[in-house]
């Protein structure tokens, strides 16, 4: 037992001590209690454990990211998971979204960053569930380079290709990546190098896509090892995606149609049974009836929450896990006043700090991904995103995968 709060204490009763709380069980699949008339009714009648084993989510697991939250509360966190900074005097700007189970840690290091810092920098970091309007806003509205933050950071194949939106600056080299050298050799190696050849483009790490296949659901048939294996008939309507995580959803999107084609995009359409945030994916592990998946794609790092013993068993594609990479951009233009603070976002210390343990696979060479050597990865690659529209892509994979024809 913690010191803050008993498992077995109501939802509503420890979201009212601890309202910080309410972000990280929306992000574990329980949005509704973003609506305070939904936490009141509804958190008034279930515990904590409960409202946990109903979604199949590890109990002693989650109480430690709980106390965790409890503990890196920062006082600048606003109720809507914002956290900035405005001041018409500072030298650099950044604005980011940040994956829900790492952000808070990440806040309180960045915090005390720019507190050691002798000029003022501008921030808005939004959590990963609130979206990324914030960004695209600014983004859709510029006109030209001066219009943008200085620093921006986040997943996003869209967001940052699309040529309505930050592809209409991408070919006039307003941004560098000053990275010099080789990455972690999990993501730089004679299979995949995320190291952008045209110097524009920063990764800090990726979001890994895998399976967690329920053999009781999947019956006789044969354990799925492969994304080719997801394109066979025998797993139509058997399979969930976070088709509502975009930034999931298009990196898979894009990575399916640049390794397999357009009838890939479409077998895996079929396959869809439901779209399910990844910590709802886990809830059904034990139940067999009709709605149940028995293939849910989904982050490595839910893969954790799973109970030991279970009939739930992890499953990293031996033709790569799809990644979602997070980007970090930079302007060329006030680059040495940014430069601390893109050293620190590209430094070990923050990559212990996003990486999860190993869940978020990080880029900076002296990080540990804990993988092993069968543990590779799938995407597009640069030359393919270099070369094609992504922002059209996207659309036409989207309409695919649903089947939609025109």
Not at 86 to 109: H, W, Y
Not at 131 to 143: P, T, W
Not at 197 to 218: H, M, Q, R, T
Not at 337 to 353: G, M, Q, R, T
């Amino acid at each position: 037992m913690n010191k803050y709060f008993d498992i077995k204490d109501k939802v509503y009763d420890v979201t009212e001590k601890y309202p910080e709380l309410i972000e990280v069980l929306a992000g574990a699949g329980f949005e509704n209690l973003k609506n305070d008339m939904m936490r009141k009714s509804m958190g008034k009648l279930l515990s904590l454990e409960t409202a946990l084993k109903s979604k199949n989510i590890n109990v002693e697991v989650f109480e430690k990211q709980l106390v965790e939250a409890i503990e890196r509360k920062t006082v600048m966190s606003d109720n809507n998971g914002i956290v900035r900074n405005q001041d018409e005097n500072a030298k650099t700007s950044i604005k980011g979204i940040l994956p829900c189970p790492v952000r808070m840690q990440f806040i309180e290091r960045f915090e005390k960053f720019v507190e050691s810092q002798n000029y003022e920098i501008n921030y808005n970091l939004n959590a990963a569930s609130m979206g990324m309007e914030v960004i695209e806003e600014e983004i859709r509205n510029a006109k030209t380079e001066d219009d943008l933050s200085d620093v921006y950071m986040s997943a996003g194949f869209n967001l940052f290709f699309d040529k309505k939106l930050m592809g209409k600056f991408r070919d006039k080299g307003v941004f560098i990546d000053y990275r010099q050298g080789k990455l972690n050799k999990s993501l730089d190696n004679g299979m995949i190098s995320l190291k952008d050849p045209k110097g524009e483009y920063s990764i800090i790490g990726v979001v890994p896509a895998i399976f967690i296949v329920n053999k009781d659901v999947l019956g006789d048939r044969s354990l799925p090892t492969s994304w080719e294996d997801l394109f066979k008939p025998e797993f139509e309507n058997s399979i969930a995606l976070p088709t509502s995580d975009l930034d999931m959803f298009n990196a898979i999107m894009l990575g399916i149609y640049s390794k397999y084609g357009r009838e890939a995009v479409e077998a895996l359409g079929r396959g869809l049974l439901k779209s399910m945030h990844p910590a709802q994916m886990v809830k059904t592990g034990g139940r067999k009836d009709f709605n149940t998946p028995a293939v849910s794609i989904m982050p490595y790092f839910f893969s954790k929450t799973i109970k030991e013993n279970s009939n739930l068993t992890v499953v990293w594609p031996k033709d790569g896990a799809i990644i979602s990479p997070v980007f970090l951009l930079t302007r060329k233009k006030n680059y040495d006043n940014s430069k601390p603070l893109i050293d620190f976002l590209l430094s070990k210390e923050v990559a212990d700090i996003l990486g999860a343990d190993g869940k978020f696979p990080q880029t900076n060479p002296e990080y540990d991904n804990k993988l092993a050597e069968d543990q590779n990865f799938l995407w597009a690659g640069w030359e393919f995103i270099h070369s094609n529209d992504i922002g059209e892509i996207l659309l036409n994979t989207e309409k695919w995968f649903y089947g939609q024809t025109e």
